[in-house]
């Protein structure tokens, strides 16, 4: 299987809980996002079944995070912002083959 250098985590929030998403991130390494208003499309049966209310207005934060700091981000999302907070939040990464744009720690000591 594929090693990839970084992966990219998405975290959809209740809308209000972006900053929140942002501070447990970087609180676990990472460095920065980006932040997308949505809507949500659930439906009354999903949340009979999940036991939670279900705000239509979302955020979507989008984080590029070296691939190693794949279970610390999402460890922190979970406790910060996760279904059982009001940000009632789920989060899951996608691995990223290539990145230009951003510099690594080892362009930084250049």
Known sequence: MK???HELVICIVNAGFSDAVMDAA???GATGGTIINARGTANKEAEKLFKINIQPEKELVMILIPSE???AVLHALYNKVGLNTPGQGIA???PVDNVIGI???SEDKR
Do not use: N, S
Request: proline share 0%; charged share 40%; aromatic share 14%.
């Open 3 to 5: 090693e990839y250098e």
């Open 26 to 28: 970087k609180e676990a």
């Open 69 to 71: 700091l794949r279970a």
């Open 92 to 94: 899951f990464c996608m």
């Open 103 to 105: 510099v690594t720690k």
